[in-house]
């Protein structure tokens, strides 16, 4: 038998497997000289150093014919395999694949407002990919993607990793910014600070809410005292509230600052609170069709503006 080798300085090359196979195929080494563009000698120079590498014989020869015996045809069948494999790399087609899904959990407001337009237009530009995505609060992110619920997550870069084995994917930093109704007794100021905000009527985000936790110890160093009046799961309730000009709501900007709603406008907040937001997939899931996404949307974002920008 063929003593087992290592390929770092084992006893064939690429090429001399295809010298093998050829040698096998046609059974005189002129005819497979021919075939491969080499020299006759060179061809049974090789055949006798791979022998000899080896430790095995490999053809018997009968009047000007290489018979191969079984140890050469167990080798061919192997050859055959790493043959096939390149003749289906060299007919790869990049980008082609089968139909392909992707199962993605966000939290409502990004999901609405940016990652379910950019996805849509993914879907027509890649026809073969097909999509699920679930609208869940961020406490169970990352806990559903654990539980193969989904294959991505978007939600806020903070989120706790420590337990489970996730990659993040940076998308995009955010600054806090203060929505307001346009008649609202702080619509002519152009920064907003904690002091506007002492005896003002709020909308916050419930306490699960990991931006409510950032605002909570920026509010609580000011010493202020604010009038909560609402509290909301996401920004989209919350701009309810101030579209009906019943309070103010402190908030990430990106993606809420793209909509276009005559009676909402947003104002800088100092200090300056930012949060920023990442894509997050299984360590172990080594997919080029969800990695393709992922840079799609990241690359597709909108580009740098005055409250947010990619990472």
Known sequence: MVKKSSWSGGWATLRDLEIIKTLIEV????????????SQPAISRTLSLIESRSGCVLFKREKGKLIPNSDALSLYEEIVKISDSFERLTKFEWNKEEKKSLRIISTPTIAYCFLMPLTAQYIKENPDVTVKIDIVTASKLLSNLNEGRADIALGDSSLNTASINVSAFPLRRTKIVCAMNR???????????PEDLNQKRMIVFTKRNISRTKLDRVLDKSGVSYNIIAEVSDSYLALDFVRANVGVCLMPSFPVSTINDPQIIFKDFIPEVLNDSSFFTLSNLNSPHIQRYLEYIYQKQPIPDRYSEPL
């Not at 059974?27 to 563009?37: K, N």
């Not at 008649?183 to 600070?193: F, G, N, P, R």
Request: a negative charge; charged letters at 25%; glycine letters at 4%.
């Open 27 to 38: 059974r005189t080494a002129t005819l497979a000289a021919e075939l491969l563009g080499i």
């Open 183 to 193: 008649l609202d007794e702080l619509a002519s100021k152009d920064v907003i600070t």
